[in-house]
């Protein structure tokens, strides 16, 4: 049971460390509506964008293999989001 907290806090200090990093970022989109203003659609959880691939292939990669890897970390962050902001919430320009 140790190892596998162990295990549980190494990968979410790893994922607090390439969301702190801009490897992966937190994304909103929204709609608008001509009486309200704009309202938030959707949250996404996606790479940053570091430029050209081919300038820097390994860093490419290693973004490529971060977000595969922590996909399910990215997913329970959007549960957080869609909780925290639901869709047709009012878009906050301060982010």
Request: aromatic share 14%; net charge neutral; with cysteine.
């Amino acid at each position: 049971m140790a190892i596998f907290i162990a295990i549980c806090l190494l990968y979410s200090s790893a994922y607090l460390a390439v969301r702190s990093a801009h490897w992966l970022v937190h994304r909103t989109g929204y709609y608008s509506v001509i009486s309200e203003g704009k309202k938030l659609n959707e949250h996404f959880v996606s790479q940053g964008d570091f430029g050209t691939p081919m300038l820097a292939p390994l860093i490419s990669i290693a973004h490529g293999v971060a977000a595969i890897l922590f996909w399910p970390a990215a997913q329970l962050e959007l549960v957080y989001w869609r909780s925290v902001a639901p869709h047709g919430s009012p878009w906050q320009t301060d982010n």
